[in-house]
């Protein structure tokens, strides 16, 4: 047993001194978690494609992002706001996609379209009821993501004006808002609309569906882009990457995974 | 001789360097906690941290009252759903029950303690939030359902703290009551649990501990809505879920102000702990 733990440490201990010795240049790519899972797969693709790069993706939210360029802990930034902080005006941004935040109800819920008016109404909590609108007796239970979240703060400054009423209850991911919309006959809630499904139903918005034509062609009014941020001279493994995100493969991954190509 | 004694005093030292490891542990996390939380409270004030009722980190409002009163409302109702039961069945198995089946039924009580918080508040969000808003209203995910998945959750701490309680209980104490003409309840009443009840209100304490820090489970039910709730059908935030759905996107003043959440929250705990083991001294004073 004793001699089985020594062989497995000595093994360990070369395996470390082995994975250290590999220095490939490697780039950290950090921020917005709505896009995290996409630059994941394009990155597993590009290294394939290109065996001497190495590409870390991290999480932490679009704020996140700007902060790690700026300070340069992540050469790539991930961020996805409507417009950019100040501070970030430094930065060198490239659109790489764009995603559309549908507005999303329970599918029994007999309202089909809102105006940008009404969404703000509801979301501030000046309009309470169903009945108000034209649909079914109920208190309308307002589904909004935490403070902080891209997605919210990309809703808010699109829709104009808002100052989420107090009433609404807070969910901290677009899977649990989903939940919380299908378990909901009277819910309100948005998120990124590749994660619709028939459990939810989208609404239209001032007779706009929430279609990858309609986001691309702009008609869809809650649309945000999803920028990469970098700061001063690109590494050529950087340019390469961001180049290869925007080349047709890159492009044709995040469609078929639920994003809109920006090309 | 002397390299026995040798080792016994390394093992001693070994011992003490372990025992003071905790300890060290509680230390760094409070430094760590000031460290990062005081200068928001220097900066914007502990009253208007404490009693403004607006958070909204966006705009530069941090005010967590709502979530104090929300995680004092969610306990206390934890504990009011978690308490009598516990002790209920406490009593049940100690007292009404053979042995051999009592050492059955306990494991399995036990086996609760052991599921972890997101399943409990997945039942929660899947089974309790929509039978709470059919019917009884609201959106469901509410104080009722915190409470009452809390409740569940802290059963088996003081179930199995108050039944070795209650076998602590020499059984010279339930004869004598017995020989005095006392009925099987009026015993359990009137003696076993009075001789008990410091131990009882120990596991009480503990599940309390268990209730104000639990955040996974509260995150999936309560709704995280930001406001001092009127009923318990309305949507709450406590404390804990503030920081643990905010943290991950928190920079600057806003991140502080978690921390500082969290520096409230410990000064709160280390009153609730203080004041119920000093309950708890003086209840075994007075015997």
């Not at chain 2, 955040?215 to 879920?241: E, F, H, Q, W, Y």
Request: glycine share 10%.
């Amino acid at each position: 047993m004793r001699r089985a733990f020594a062989v497995f440490a000595v093994v360990l201990f070369f395996v470390l001194i082995a994975a250290c010795g590999n220095r490939r240049s490697s780039i950290t790519v950090a921020g917005s978690t709505a896009f995290q899972p996409f630059a994941e797969k394009l990155a597993d693709q590009f290294m394939t494609n290109r065996p001497t790069a190495n590409i870390i993706v991290q999480g932490g939210g679009s704020a996140v992002g700007i902060q790690s360029t700026l300070s340069g802990t992540a050469q790539i930034g991930m961020a996805d706001l409507v417009s950019l902080p100040e501070e970030a005006k430094v930065l060198q941004a490239t659109e790489v996609a764009r995603d559309g935040i549908a507005v999303v109800v329970h599918p029994s819920n007999r309202i089909n379209d809102l105006t940008m008016d009404l969404l703000r109404r509801i979301f501030n909590g000046s309009i309470r009821n169903w009945r108000d609108l034209g649909g079914n007796d109920g208190v309308i239970t307002v589904v909004s993501r935490e403070a902080g979240s891209g997605t919210r703060i990309s809703f808010e400054q699109i829709v104009g004006e808002l100052v989420l009423t107090k009433e609404a209850i807070v969910q901290d991911s677009n899977g649990t808002i989903r939940e919380t919309v299908a378990n909901d006959p009277n819910a309100i809630g948005y998120l990124s609309h590749g994660l619709l499904n028939e459990k939810i139903k989208a609404v239209t918005i001032d007779g706009v569906a929430c279609t990858n034509e309609a986001i691309q062609s702009n008609q869809y009014a809650l649309a945000r882009p999803i920028f990469l941020l970098t700061r001063g001279e690109r590494l050529p493994d950087t340019q390469a990457f961001i180049d290869y995100i925007l080349s047709a493969e890159g492009q044709q991954t995040i469609q078929s995974s639920g994003l809109i190509p920006v090309k | 001789m002397k390299s026995h004694n040798l080792r016994e005093k390394g093992v001693q030292y070994l011992l003490t360097a372990l025992a003071f490891s905790a300890l060290f542990g509680l230390l760094l996390i409070a430094l760590f906690i000031l460290k990062e939380g005081l200068p928001f409270l220097t900066q914007v004030g502990l009253k208007d941290f404490i009693f403004a009722h607006d958070w909204e980190p966006q705009s530069g409002k941090f005010g967590i009252y709502p979530m104090i009163i929300a995680s004092l409302w969610v306990t206390f109702g934890a504990m009011l759903i978690g308490a009598p039961l516990g002790i209920a069945c406490a009593v049940f198995l100690t007292e009404f029950v053979p042995r051999p089946v009592m050492h059955t039924i306990k494991p399995m009580i036990e086996l609760l303690a052991g599921i972890p918080s997101v399943i409990y508040g997945f039942i929660g969000v899947i089974v309790l939030a929509p039978l709470i808003r059919t019917h009884l209203g609201g959106p469901g995910l509410s104080l009722l359902a915190a409470s009452i998945i809390l409740g569940i959750m802290i059963l088996p701490t003081i179930i199995s703290i108050s039944t070795d309680a209650i076998n602590a209980v020499p059984n010279s104490y339930r004869e004598g009551s017995r020989a005095l003409g006392a009925t099987r309840w009026q015993t359990v009443y009137m003696v076993v649990l009075k001789a008990a009840r410091s131990g009882i209100i120990s596991g009480v304490i503990l599940g309390m501990g268990r209730a104000i820090g639990e955040t996974m489970a509260v995150i999936m039910v309560a709704g995280n809505a930001v406001k001092v709730p009127g009923t318990a059908l309305d949507s709450v935030r406590t404390l804990t879920a503030n920081i643990a759905l905010e943290m991950g996107y928190a920079v600057g003043l806003h991140r502080s102000a978690l921390f500082a959440t969290g520096v409230v929250l410990f000064i709160f705990i280390m009153l609730l702990n203080t004041l119920a083991s000093a309950f708890v001294k003086q209840e075994i004073r007075r015997r």
